[in-house]
């Protein structure tokens, strides 16, 4: 289901939220990072435990703000 890439990418994305985690979490944490330094690849519930923090504390940014800076083209004048 999970790929040893996506154990790196939520390890390495709440590498920046770690001060946010309480005690429990931290060590859970820490014990992760453990792991992945040994190339150990998570078994489900530990996969599940990586991806519940992840959903947690990661928040996706929203590009949709952004896009009255950006023009866009009409349909037609893209075609000509």
């Not at 939220?17 to 519930?45: A, G, P, Q, S």
């Amino acid at each position: 289901m999970y790929s040893h890439r996506d154990q790196k990418k939520y390890l390495e994305a709440l590498k920046k939220y770690e001060r946010n985690f309480d005690k429990k979490e931290y060590d859970e944490y820490k014990m992760l990072i453990k792991r992945d330094k040994d190339d150990e690849e998570f078994e489900t519930v530990t996969m599940k435990r990586l991806k519940e923090l992840y959903d947690k504390y990661y928040e996706k940014v929203d590009t949709s703000k952004y896009d009255k800076y950006f023009k866009t083209k009409p349909n037609d004048e893209a075609s000509k």
